[in-house]
């Protein structure tokens, strides 16, 4: 399981239970990796001209992928037009260069390629990325959600974004939470499940990078008065009490509501010192103990009552389950009470 440590992963480690594409010659790797993400030139940089190629891919549209050339290259894409992509080297240095700009990217400070224009990089030996994917209108569409109203014009993200502040190391636990999911090498996770994972990776991408959005996002209609605060969080935990166990994730109870994720993130962080995920999570935490408390354990099983109550990594769910109740899932399914 990766964790965010102040350093990055090896990696080794990354998505490490899936298959490795390892090719020495540049022209299969140019092929490769246009497929999986952009048609782009290659110039390896030693005296050679080969690649020790390293690829591992959650697969094409949002995803997480390993990238590793295994010494110096020249980079030149195509504009990439239809997705988002961030790259974190987990060590080394790599630079892109688009627009008159150029990034010094270390694994304190990821790029982000532009969208609608050509770029380059140069990727240093020795430097392996963790880069994320995400399709432009999965990623507008969460915008939009965020800040709360209909973009009027493309979205345009900053060509960095520093994973050591709170926001980027925020980011990057949302990351390492979507790998160890797609990385768990068991059965592949519930639709709706991936999808609650995909929507916090997304959110908090846009809360750590700026964009032409961003600058504007305290005017948006965060609450100012208690009473109105009071009000939000009220509705939102009934609305929790309901509708908990369903096919919902943050952004659609904040539909619900009326409101944009945002407004309800201030004011429950006000009222409560907590977050719209942390407490879906406890209701549905509450849901669980409630249907284990009832089932039978010659019918029912812990994996099936949590994947029903949104939970797709078992690991993760008896921990937090514990931590709620002081007692194991397995014991609240077999009648047993901790001492």
Known sequence: ??????????????????????????????????????????????????????????????GVHLLDYGTAVRISPDALKTFYMVQVPLSGSAQLRSSGSTVESTPNLASIPPIDSDFS?????????????????????????????????????????????????????????????????????????????????????????????????????????????????????????????????????AEALGVSIRTLQVALAKELGSTPSQMLREARLRRAHAMLSEADPGVDSVTSIAERCGFGHLGRFAQAYRQHFGMAPSETLRGERTQ
């Open 1 to 62: 399981m990766l964790s965010p440590q102040h350093t990055m992963p090896s990696s080794g480690r990354v998505l490490d239970a899936l298959p490795t594409l390892r090719t020495s010659d540049p022209y299969e790797a140019r092929q490769r990796i246009s497929e999986l993400f952009c048609a782009h030139t290659l110039q390896p940089l030693s005296g050679r001209g080969n690649v020790k190629l390293n690829l591992r891919s959650s697969g094409a549209g949002f």
């Open 121 to 253: 990089m140069t990727w240093q030996a020795g430097t392996p990325q963790l880069i994320v994917t995400a399709p432009r209108k999965l990623l507008n569409d969460a915008a939009s959600t965020l800040y709360g109203a209909t973009l009027e014009g493309p979205l345009k993200l900053a060509n960095s974004l520093n994973t050591a502040t709170p926001e980027g190391r925020s980011f990057m636990r949302a990351v390492f939470e979507y790998h160890d999911m797609v990385n768990n090498g068991g059965a592949a996770p519930v639709g709706y499940v991936k999808r609650l994972h995909e929507e916090v990776v997304l959110a908090r991408w846009l809360m750590a990078v700026k964009s032409n959005y961003s600058t504007a996002l305290d005017q948006w209609d965060t609450p100012s008065e208690d009473a109105k605060n009071s009000s939000l969080v009220c509705s939102f935990s009934d609305l929790l009490d309901v509708h908990s166990s369903e096919d919902l994730n943050v952004g659609d109870l």
